[in-house]
């Protein structure tokens, strides 16, 4: 499947909608959203501009039980243009889940929408952080300790916001 068809996938998820208005950030990013404008793991919309986004809150778990909070805004990077996604947030008061420079890959367009769809997405590669281009504040935690010698800081695993475990293992996730 190519990028904008996963984008367009991404987008199409039933959520319920984010109406952001004006509003826009400064290099015209859609870095603004806050996690406290949506109780819910996920909304989306459509700026004024006519550019499609959605914005998330996931926790990356690390193998030692560390937590990092994150809140992400996919977006559209011009109404004219499909095949160029970006990531942005209200950077440094949030983490992104990972870096878009130059754009986002497929690879990442699919584990946000294996996030959005289950829930959970379980990283089992270590190549998985070069592959998701995982932002930097992952990669400095993981690579600043020897993973011989402290396994601890590998993320393992990415979890949406709301989602909840059932007995079974699976995971429900709440929009």
């Given at each position: ?10 987008y ?79 950077v ?20 946000v ?63």
């Amino acid at each position: 499947m190519s990028l904008t068809e996963t984008a367009n996938k991404i987008y199409n998820i039933e959520c319920p909608t984010l109406d952001i208005g004006e509003r826009t950030g400064g290099t015209g990013y859609i870095d603004f959203i806050k996690s406290s404008e949506f109780p819910e793991s996920f909304r989306k919309g459509i700026d004024k501009f006519g550019r499609k986004f959605i914005s998330f809150r996931a926790d990356i778990h690390y193998a030692n039980g560390g937590i990092n909070e994150t809140l992400t805004t996919l977006f559209q990077r011009s109404n004219d243009y499909q095949h160029l996604w970006m990531a942005a947030g209200d950077v440094p008061k949030t983490k992104l889940l990972f870096d878009t420079i130059g754009g986002a890959n497929i690879n990442q367009l699919e584990l946000v929408y294996n996030l959005l769809q289950n829930g959970h997405v379980n990283l089992t590669e270590d190549e998985s952080l070069e592959a998701y281009k995982l932002e930097p504040f992952i990669k400095i935690a993981y690579n600043y300790h020897n993973p011989e010698e402290d396994p601890g800081f590998k993320p393992v695993k990415i979890v949406l916001k709301g989602s909840n475990v059932l007995e079974d293992g699976t995971f429900v996730v709440s929009v």
